[in-house]
């Protein structure tokens, strides 16, 4: 089974922080994402990377910027935690073309104070 | 542009009845389309997808999807609904998996 793993399930930060939210794939997958989960918004793109070192911005980037150095390693870093980014942040994975599904890890409530 | 919308926040049907849950999209060629699901404190699961052929897809857990391309929707439904199927689904569209908004479904025993 794809597993798709998130550093942490809940994470409180301090406005102005520097965050760090970590994913890690184990079925060497091309693509990798990051959303955040709002109510009545559904999932919006952050971010996405289809190889080590390449990626492309979603719909949402302002605030945030992300790292992918590994191919079985997607980051995401918010440069300066503000109390707009408390959300659910979710990774997830999948081959290479669009027509794959993807591999969603558990999840990251963030909350910034 | 690529966009996805759930119509419905909330659908409510009784056990062993059958459910639809409502999806239509907006893509420019051939659309690649997906149904997720969430329960409750978890990450999203993978449920079906429509990418070519058949307008009829069958996926996980009892649950299929027709493509309309005429209607350009793609509905999530099942013959026969159980209160375990409450959770949270979505319809994605697109190679960048643009989301829509989640429709809650409640089957009431």
């Known amino acids: 089974d794809v597993k798709v793993t998130q550093s942490s399930r809940y994470l409180v930060k301090r406005t102005g922080e520097k965050v760090f939210l970590e994913c890690v794939q184990d079925?060497?997958?091309?693509?990798m994402f990051w959303y955040r989960q709002d109510p009545g918004l559904g999932l919006r793109l952050i971010y996405f990377?289809?190889?080590?070192?390449?990626?492309e911005k979603g719909d949402i980037p302002e605030g945030y910027s992300v790292s992918r150095e590994k191919k079985e390693r997607f980051s995401l870093i918010l440069e300066s935690a503000s109390t707009n980014q408390t959300s659910m942040y979710l990774c997830?994975?999948?081959?290479?073309?669009?027509?794959?599904?993807?591999?969603f890890g558990p999840g990251t409530r963030l909350t910034v104070t | 542009a690529q966009s996805v919308a759930q119509p419905e926040d909330q659908v409510n049907v009784a056990e062993g009845n059958p459910l639809t849950v409502k999806c239509t999209y907006s893509?420019?060629?051939?659309?690649?389309l997906f149904w997720y699901v969430q329960y409750p404190n978890r990450g999203l699961q993978f449920l079906l997808k429509?990418?070519?052929?058949?307008?009829l897809v069958k996926g996980s857990y009892g649950f299929e999807a027709e493509f309309n391309k005429s209607q350009t929707s793609f509905h999530l439904k099942k013959p026969s609904a159980l209160v375990s199927d409450s959770a949270l689904y979505f319809c994605?569209?697109?190679?960048?998996?643009?989301f829509g908004s989640g429709t809650k479904l409640n089957v009431k025993p």
């Open positions: 079925m060497d997958h091309e693509n």
């Open positions: 429509y990418i070519t052929g058949d307008n």
């Open positions: 990377s289809y190889d080590v070192k390449m990626k």
């Open positions: 997830a994975s999948s081959l290479g073309a669009g027509t794959n599904e993807q591999y």
């Open positions: 994605a569209v697109g190679r960048k998996f643009y």
């Open positions: 893509v420019s060629g051939n659309p690649y």
